[in-house]
């Protein structure tokens, strides 16, 4: 009985190490993103017709082996999405601005409903990004995956219809910090 119990213990203590070890090796920073401000990491400034390749420039995940993203740089990814939305619908947001200047018909609403659109596609591209990443870590994320590359696809068909037309940004308090 005292070994049984003695044996048990020396196996709990060894399990209850590892997570201690896991913890100090991720104090070294693996990823490769920065955490940044909604200022560094949108693409709607400039002009329509790009925002895809925009998107993957500002975040360069190696998508052709997701299952090798350090899970630093997915927490980011998903920061960033969060930070896009907001930038949506929240206060100082695209949905906001584009009403204050009487809507996607005057010219700046024009130019702000372009950005919209560019900013709806780094806000798909990165839920594609995490849903590939999740699902090569395991996690059933067909359907969200079916459903974001979908919405993508759509907004990217849009972009490029307005591809050279002016795209303005709004100034959105936001970051990418997890
Ligand atoms: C984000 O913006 C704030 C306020 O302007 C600034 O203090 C901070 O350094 C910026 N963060 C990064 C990562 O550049």
Do not use: H
């Not at 947001?93 to 809507?103: D, R, S, T, W, Y």
Request: hydrophobic letters at 40%; glycine letters at 8%.
């Amino acid at each position: 009985m005292f070994f049984k119990a003695t044996f048990l213990f020396s196996l709990l203590a060894t399990s209850l190490a590892l997570p201690t070890g896991t913890a100090s090796r991720n104090v070294e920073k693996r990823g490769i993103l920065q955490v940044q401000n909604y200022s560094q990491f949108q693409v709607s400034g400039g002009v329509a017709g790009n925002a895809l390749t925009e998107v993957n420039a500002k975040f360069p995940i190696n998508l052709n082996n997701p299952g090798s993203v350090d899970a630093e740089d997915l927490a980011i990814l998903k920061a960033a999405r969060k930070t896009a939305e907001n930038a949506e619908t929240k206060a100082g947001g695209f949905n906001e601005a584009i009403e204050a200047a009487g809507g996607e018909k005057t010219t700046t609403g024009r130019a702000l409903q372009n950005g919209k659109i560019k900013n709806k596609v780094l806000k798909l591209q990165l839920q594609v990004m995490i849903a590939q990443i999740e699902a090569a870590q395991g996690k059933d994320t067909a359907a969200k995956l079916a459903d974001v590359t979908k919405k993508l696809n759509k907004n990217v068909e849009t972009d490029q219809k307005n591809a050279g037309q002016l795209s303005t940004t709004v100034n959105f308090q936001g970051t990418s910090q997890p």
